[in-house]
């Protein structure tokens, strides 16, 4: 999606490489945050297997973690 609509967004493109990490299993070990948003969709699966309600019940989830990036896009310059 970044590539196809050419974004740019330094916090969004910090957001799509942890998504990324934590969606494949062998990038896993590429970004440190990875892991834990693993766990938290596998959990938010078990808590909500309807898969609609399961991504309403995530979309805050992926709303503090893109404003945790932007924070971290921040502090870096």
């Not at 493109?13 to 969606?23: F, G």
């Not at 959990?43 to 309600?53: H, T």
Request: glycine share 6%; charged share 25%; hydrophobic share 40%.
């Amino acid at each position: 999606i970044i590539e196809k609509y050419g974004l740019t967004d330094p916090a969004l493109l910090r957001l799509a490489k942890i998504v990324h990490a934590a969606d494949i299993e062998s990038d896993r070990h590429t970004d440190e945050i990875a892991p834990g948003l693993e766990a938290m969709a596998v959990g938010y699966s078990l808590r909500f297997p309807d898969d609609k309600e399961n991504l309403s019940q995530q979309f805050n989830v992926y709303d503090a973690l893109y404003a945790w990036c932007r924070l971290q896009v921040a502090k870096q310059g």
